[in-house]
């Protein structure tokens, strides 16, 4: 079974405007990553967010990790058409060895 | 082209038929993962290899499916007598040991009729 859990699943907006994604976790993570997938394509790896964490950033992106609430949401800044793709997250739990990866959300973003 | 690479990328093939797919890692990373994502889910971890040694397999990697890596450089995944569940993409993923971040590759996609 898959540990995380993103909401929505689902996500339209228009160019321009922030998107914001957040994934839940069930048991206790070393990091939580951020990955992006095109249509039919591979995984882009995003961002990483240590446990002892808090808050990152990266460009546009911004991660925020919660442990006490085992959650963690991606903000996409000033969206792009091309960031149209699906959004997963992914918790590291053995450092380094299998990822757990969540559902994902799906983003459009129409121009 | 230095990342991860897969062949095929695209596979058909009739039910009872024996599949394998190539991965090939980024030359420096001594690890290797093997991931399998259905229409619209998450990738699912199958294995995990360090150099050539086989570490961590899932429960979802039943006996018809063996993966291998005999030099600890390329990888393959073999499934014997596949079945329609196996549709999916299968993904290979490469990392070096204390980096968390896993680069993977375009997939190779099998489709059982």
């Known amino acids: 079974s898959q540990q995380g859990e993103e909401d929505p699943q689902a996500l339209s907006i228009q160019e321009g405007e922030n998107a914001t994604m957040n994934c839940s976790y069930k048991t206790s993570i070393n990091n939580l990553q951020w990955y992006r997938q095109n249509s039919g394509r591979g995984l882009v790896h995003l961002i990483l967010?240590?446990?002892?964490?808090r808050e990152k950033h990266s460009g546009r992106l911004r991660v925020t990790l919660d442990t006490s609430k085992k959650s963690s949401s991606l903000l996409i800044t000033a969206s792009r058409a091309a960031d149209t793709a699906s959004y997963f997250c992914a918790t590291d739990v053995n450092s380094g060895y299998a990822l757990n990866f969540g559902k994902g959300t799906s983003l459009l973003v129409t121009p | 082209d230095t990342g991860v690479s897969q062949d095929p990328r695209h596979k058909i093939t009739k039910r009872g038929q024996n599949v394998t797919f190539r991965c090939d890692p980024i030359?420096?990373?001594?690890?290797l993962y093997w991931y399998r994502q259905t229409l619209g889910q998450g990738p699912e971890f199958l294995t995990y290899f360090q150099n050539e040694a086989q570490l961590e397999k899932s429960r979802l990697l039943s006996d018809r499916f063996s993966a291998e890596r005999p030099k600890g450089s390329f990888s393959t995944l073999e499934i014997q007598r596949t079945e329609q569940g196996d549709s999916a993409m299968y993904l290979c993923?490469?990392?070096?040991?204390?980096?968390?971040?896993?680069?993977f590759g375009p997939g190779t996609r099998l489709l059982v009729l």
């Open positions: 993923a490469s990392s070096q040991t204390g980096w968390e971040t896993q680069y």
């Open positions: 967010i240590r446990s002892n964490e």
């Open positions: 030359s420096e990373h001594n690890r």
